[in-house]
Antibody, heavy 118, light 108 residues
Framework: EVQLMESGGGLAQPGGSLRLSCAAS????????LTWVRQAPGKGLESVSL??????YYADSVKGRFTISRDSSKNTLFLEMNNLRPDDTALYFC?????????????WGRGTLVTVSS | SSQLTQDPAVSVALGQTVRITCQGD??????GSWYQQKPGQAPLLVIY???NRPSGIPDRFSGSGSGDTASLTITGAQAEDEADYYC???????????FGGGTKLTVL
């Protein structure tokens, strides 16, 4: 069965760091494009970072602070988050991206909650 | 950067048909996708591409598009369809993903 499972969320102080992990099963992470999508409490979805055929994308709100990477040996996607701010508080999902020209997200994890507060 | 615009809330009587729309320039270049999200759950892909349903999605869900607008239609809405629905597309630059703000569907 194809699955994604996030971990690594928790409480961080403003200016602090967290590293999110997204373990994949049923497929090889290095063979697919993947993305991190976050959802602030009571708000909508926002794609914060994407890795696609070696290229990476970051939303303006996280550029310079977040780094996306993947480890083939662990079949895992990561999101390194530094200099965290209160508005980074959200449920963070990882998702698999499909489609040649028209992208869509066919597999989602359940999310890991990040809370940034002093 | 481009953006996608959805109505915040829509309601439909049980068994009737409802259309949820999403407007954005990226739809002139790319097909969008639609996700259903129920409270406490991850989003679930319901429509992708021109009008494709993943395995397990009921055929009462369908997609369409015209110009800068993509639409999700539920024909014969059921109580279990009550949820938030998000549209999604590749940004017009082609480099990243964008989401609409979401539509809360109430089934009366």
């Amino acid at each position: 069965e194809v699955q994604l499972m996030e971990s690594g969320g928790g409480l961080a102080q403003p200016g602090g760091s967290l590293r999110l992990s997204c373990a994949a099963s049923g497929f090889i992470v290095s063979s697919f494009s993947l993305t991190w999508v976050r959802q602030a409490p009571g708000k909508g979805l926002e794609s914060v970072s994407l890795v696609n055929s070696g290229s990476t994308y970051y939303a303006d709100s996280v550029k310079g602070r977040f780094t996306i990477s993947r480890d083939s040996s662990k079949n895992t996607l990561f999101l390194e988050m530094n200099n965290l701010r209160p508005d980074d508080t959200a449920l963070y999902f990882c998702a698999r991206l499909r489609g040649g020209s028209d992208w869509f997200l066919d597999v989602w994890g359940r999310g890991t909650l990040v809370t940034v507060s002093s | 950067s481009s953006q996608l615009t959805q109505d915040p809330a829509v309601s439909v009587a049980l068994g009737q048909t409802v259309r949820i729309t999403c407007q954005g320039d990226s739809f002139r270049r790319y097909y969008g996708s639609w996700y259903q999200q129920k409270p406490g759950q991850a989003p679930l892909l319901v429509i992708y591409g021109k009008d494709n349903r993943p395995s397990g999605i009921p055929d009462r869900f369908s997609g369409s598009g015209s110009g800068d607008t993509a639409s999700l239609t539920i024909t014969g809405a059921q109580a279990e369809d009550e949820a938030d629905y998000y549209c999604n597309s590749r940004d017009i630059s082609g480099n990243h993903l964008i989401f609409g703000g979401g539509t809360k569907l109430t089934v009366l």
